[in-house]
């Protein structure tokens, strides 16, 4: 007896992509510009769909580049997405712009992450923020969520631990709602499992944070001094690679001046 599970059709993709946007038939018909009948059909598999409307309707489910590809061979089309490891020659470019964007933020820290959060690159900054953290997590390849809420990781040095985390966890959820990734499921799964370190501060009261409302700082002990970072994310939002458009770039900025000053400082003594 036979017993091999069928493919998924790119109808059946298209549906689950859909339904994961909370969607109804006709509310991506009405996006895309097309009936819900022939929406219906296609998803049905009544109706082949032509390559130009499998990139049409990926378009408008925000479907990521990975998973486009994956549609299209289901409908039986080639792939029109690259999928090259970031240190292929034709993306030369790419490392070199990513490289300047981590010196440049210099005396701050930043780092480049794929879609898995395995650091790919990091400015000399960064050094000050891995102190304390054991050697098993700084082998690559590097995690850097779990290096950072990891009870062997750096956790024990994040003064806001609840705060963090609950930041970090709530960002994996929209993450993985947006891209469905098992690797994100299981990472978030590892990560809300890890215990709180021994005397974490309890939830800050709103009227205590004067960032309340802002964003989470990420705020940390070191050798130098308090750190008190806020980040924020770049991609290439036009990227026809796959390896190049999940990677992400984390730019850290001081939320005070006691941080600005520790790095400046921290610079200066590794420039000299």
């Known amino acids: 007896m036979n017993t091999a599970t069928a493919s998924p059709s790119a109808g059946d993709l298209l549906q689950s992509w859909r339904k994961r946007r909370r969607l109804s038939q006709l509310d991506l018909a009405t996006e895309a510009g097309i009936s819900q009948r022939h929406l219906s059909f296609v998803e049905s598999g009544r109706s082949r769909p032509s390559r130009d409307m499998v990139l049409h309707l990926a378009e408008h489910l925000g479907i990521p580049p990975r998973d486009r590809n994956t549609v299209l061979v289901a409908a039986g089309f080639a792939p ?22 981590l010196t440049g933020h210099e005396p701050h820290p930043a780092l480049a992450v794929d879609r898995t959060w395995t650091l790919i690159a990091a400015n000399r900054a960064v050094s000050p923020l891995l102190e304390g953290a054991s050697p098993a997590l700084l082998t ?14 750096v956790a024990g040095r994040i003064e806001n ?6 930041h970090v966890i709530a960002r994996l959820v929209r993450q993985i709602d947006l891209s469905g990734d098992p ?23 709103p009227a205590e944070d004067p960032l ?12 130098h001094g308090r750190l008190s970072l806020l980040s924020t994310t770049t991609v290439f939002g036009t990227a026809v690679d796959i390896a190049l458009s999940e990677l992400a770039i984390e730019s ?7 941080t600005a000053a520790v790095l400046r400082r921290l610079n200066k003594a590794d420039e000299e």
């Not at 240190?87 to 790419?94: F, K, Q, T, Y």
């Not at 850290?252 to 006691?258: G, L, R, S, T, V």
């Open 212 to 223: 309340a409302g802002i964003a989470v700082p990420l705020v940390m002990t070191s050798d």
């Open 183 to 205: 690797a994100l499921a299981a990472l978030l799964e590892e990560i809300k499992a890890y215990p709180v370190p021994p005397g974490a501060r309890p939830h800050r009261p």
């Open 140 to 153: 690559p390849p590097v995690n850097v969520l779990r290096l950072s809420l990891h009870p062997e990781g």
């Open 80 to 101: 029109v997405y690259d999928e090259r490891p970031l240190d292929h020659p034709d993306l030369a470019a790419a490392r070199r712009a990513v490289e300047v964007i």
């Open 161 to 166: 631990f609840r705060e963090w985390r609950a």
């Open 252 to 258: 850290f900025f001081p939320a005070d001046e006691e």
